[in-house]
């Protein structure tokens, strides 16, 4: 994955007109893409430029939208960290039961 710095950086209010929509509906609200950053959706965050709040990347939307789609095998950053998170508790949990 290329290093986010380096891509088309967009503020988060620019991202719905990028997303398709089928003929007829709405693109979503600015209040959903903030969620899909937040929350995210199905397990996948819509990522943003390290230090800044409410940007993102034209790239970091596609490969959300590929991530969501399950068209990306590759894990996201957000599935990353859990799974971060859950092999730091199993092995505190370890320590913990060895008396350390």
């Known amino acids: ?5 380096q891509e088309d ?10 997303i398709p929509v089928a003929p007829g509906d709405k693109p979503p609200n600015f209040k959903s893409v903030y969620r899909w950053v937040k929350k995210g959706k199905r397990g996948v965050r819509l990522e943003l430029v390290p230090g800044a709040r409410k940007l993102t990347t034209r790239q970091a939307v596609v490969r959300f939208l590929a991530r969501v789609a399950g068209g990306d095998d590759a894990p996201a950053p957000a599935e990353l960290a859990q799974g971060r998170r859950r092999e730091l508790a199993a092995k505190n949990k370890a320590l913990i039961a060895a008396g350390r």
């Open 1 to 5: 994955m290329a290093a986010i710095e």
């Open 9 to 18: 950086v967009i503020r988060l209010a620019e991202v719905p007109p990028l």
